[in-house]
């Protein structure tokens, strides 16, 4: 099926929301939002693209904020099925993509087992495009040919970690990290008692894709003291490439250690 075909009533798209600008979704996403009986919508997906949706469309806000609004998968899981079964046709908007750390298999899963129409519509990845916002590319001819991209969620002596930091830096591939605001310190440590060379740049690109996107630079060594005045969402790149963070808008704040303080 084309990702353009009209949504069917009775049926769900998932679709990825880009990060921050409703300008960087895909034609088919916003095709998605224009038809939506019902959005069901993260406090990650781009506010503006609610501008497209039909005036009685109904938006609902399935957030999850670690110490605000918190809706569990399983009844976002819900919903979808309830809403479809009722002959709407159901959006559920996620910033980024929601097949990266966003759980968008869980409801895929989630219709089918309950035979409802699903189609994934997929996003503009945070994990590749907000580096580039910040003028950083996650691989660069002759310097690296590889990026790994790692969720920061639980820092890396959690038992629900299952990375191998060790084997990170060994890779020699550029190191994106999600979710890793609050855990970097800890990261970042890890990564230097695998031996990771402690003058590797790195840098954190905050609120990519929004008008107050900030970049901070360091190396490896400072950059979660350098960053810790950074709120989420923000994505840490590692590695050689992490040299080229630069301003690619006039509205971005682009800082260095000695800069913060």
């Known amino acids: 099926m084309s990702s353009l075909a009209p949504l069917l009533p009775g049926s769900v798209a998932l679709v990825g929301g ?3 600008d409703p300008g960087l979704m895909t034609v088919a996403g916003r095709a ?9 919508v993260d406090h990650l997906a781009p506010e503006g693209a609610l501008a497209w949706a039909r005036e009685e469309a109904l938006v609902v806000d399935v957030s999850k904020l670690p110490r605000g609004a918190f809706t569990p998968q399983a009844r976002i899981n819900e919903l979808l099925v309830e809403h479809a079964r009722a002959g709407r046709r159901v959006v559920r908007l996620k910033g980024g993509d929601g097949f990266v750390f966003g759980r968008g298999m869980e409801e ?3 219709c089918t087992e309950a035979q ?9 990845t945070s ?3 907000v580096p580039a916002l910040g003028g950083i590319p996650v691989t660069h001819r002759g310097l690296v040919q590889g990026f790994s991209v790692i969720s920061g969620h639980v ?6 970690s299952t990375l191998d930091y060790a084997a990170l830096t060994r890779s020699g591939t550029t190191l994106v990290v999600l979710m890793g605001v609050a855990t970097l310190p800890a990261i970042t440590a890890a990564l230097l008692d695998a031996g990771l060379d402690p003058d590797t740049p790195a840098a954190v690109v905050a609120r990519g894709g929004h008008p107050d996107q900030q970049v901070v630079r360091a190396s490896v060594t ?11 969402p923000a994505v840490t790149v590692i590695g050689a490439v992490a040299a080229f963070a630069t301003s690619t808008d006039t509205a971005t704040d682009t800082r260095t250690l000695e800069e913060v303080f």
């Open 32 to 40: 998605a939002v224009e038809q939506a009986d019902v959005l069901l």
């Open 108 to 110: 895929l899963l989630a």
């Open 222 to 232: 400072e950059i979660a003291t350098a960053a810790a005045h950074v709120d989420p």
């Open 18 to 20: 880009g990060p921050g």
């Open 155 to 160: 820092p890396p002596d959690h038992p629900d």
């Open 116 to 124: 409802v129409e699903v189609r994934v519509i997929p996003g503009v």
């Open 127 to 129: 994990s590749v495009a």
